[in-house]
T-cell receptor, first 115, second 114 residues
Framework: DAGVTQSPTHLIKTRGQQVTLRCSPK?????VSWYQQALGQGPQFIFQYYEEEERQRGNFPDRFSGHQFPNYSSELNVNALLLGDSALYLCASSLARGSVLTEAFFGQGTRLTVV | AQSVTQLDSQVPVFEEAPVELRCNYSSSVSVYLFWYVQYPNQGLQLLLKYLSGSTLVESINGFEAEFNKSQTSFHLRKPSVHISDTAEYFCAVSSSGSARQLTFGSGTQLTVLP
């Protein structure tokens, strides 16, 4: 079992550009959530995808968008990058059972640096 | 709304000494509680979780945490730490009001000194 895999591991972009990050969930998991972890802070929830739709969204602007594919993998897109978007982006996979999250597995993250 | 407070941003401790990392939460509904560990330049690894049943939960590497509903706390403890325990530790909560997302605290950097 490969666990949750994310690509790329590191990325450097220029302010104003667009970026796409990718995530493959743990085998058997159907739900993908994305988190932003700024330096020295805890992860912040961006949004969650299940059945190829955005189910929940945190307090992030529309510049942040995503997609889930039929094989449950997911992409996070960020448009018009700002310096403040520099962070570690974490993908978490889980199984959609009930209304409460009981377990989530995280990938190694993508370190995005905006210059 | 729910929130998590980790009272100590940094905890230095000598090897083989005991340690406690504090976590308090706020939620108006029943909660599930988690501790994750993050080593440098890596993602989050689940250390232990409380879902229901016994309020004392243990991990395979000697950590334990106790759910205290009256004090809304979920402190993490280890009786004897090792150099390899040096890492960032995050407390997190999910609840029926959180729509299946995790809310994290700001983290505690545990540094084990030789």
């Amino acid at each position: 079992d490969a666990g949750v895999t994310q690509s790329p591991t590191h990325l450097i972009k220029t302010r104003g550009q667009q970026v796409t990050l990718r995530c493959s969930p743990k085998s058997g998991h159907d739900t993908v959530s994305w988190y932003q972890q700024a330096l020295g802070q805890g992860p912040q929830f961006i949004f969650q995808y299940y059945e190829e739709e955005e189910r929940q969204r945190g307090n992030f602007p529309d510049r942040f968008s995503g997609h889930q594919f039929p094989n449950y993998s997911s992409e996070l897109n960020v448009n018009a990058l700002l310096l403040g978007d520099s962070a570690l982006y974490l993908c978490a996979s889980s199984l959609a059972r009930g209304s409460v999250l009981t377990e989530a597995f995280f990938g190694q993250g993508t370190r995005l640096t905006v210059v | 709304a729910q929130s998590v407070t980790q009272l100590d941003s940094q905890v230095p401790v000598f090897e083989e000494a005991p340690v406690e990392l504090r976590c308090n939460y706020s939620s108006s509904v029943s909660v599930y509680l988690f501790w994750y560990v993050q080593y440098p330049n890596q993602g989050l690894q689940l250390l232990l979780k409380y879902l229901s049943g016994s309020t004392l939960v243990e991990s395979i590497n000697g950590f334990e945490a106790e759910f205290n509903k009256s004090q809304t706390s979920f402190h993490l403890r280890k009786p004897s730490v090792h150099i390899s325990d040096t890492a960032e530790y995050f407390c997190a909560v999910s609840s029926s009001g959180s729509a299946r997302q995790l809310t994290f605290g700001s983290g505690t950097q545990l540094t084990v000194l030789p």
